[in-house]
């Protein structure tokens, strides 16, 4: 959490790749709860690449769940 929090001062001060290379390492590194969370925050991220990431989130978040994640990706991937 601490990683996605820096990523998101780094990403209010415009320091955008900054802020990207914080979200992965939180990807890496998070729960099935926090990823669940922290997709949301991303979706309404201002920066079209932070927003992106929501994806990579919800995957890992699919990978890591329950069937509930997983029908919940495959929605949004159609």
Known sequence: RGQFSHAAVLADAG???EALG???KALEGGNLNFLRV????LLQA???QIRD???A????AA????ETDR????QQLL
């Open 46 to 48: 201002a920066h079209p």
């Open 53 to 55: 990431l929501a994806l």
């Open 15 to 17: 320091r955008i790749d």
């Open 38 to 41: 922290a997709r949301g925050a």
């Open 22 to 24: 914080w979200l992965n």
């Open 71 to 74: 029908e919940a990706l495959a």
């Open 63 to 66: 990978q890591l769940g329950n």
């Open 57 to 60: 989130y919800h995957q890992r």
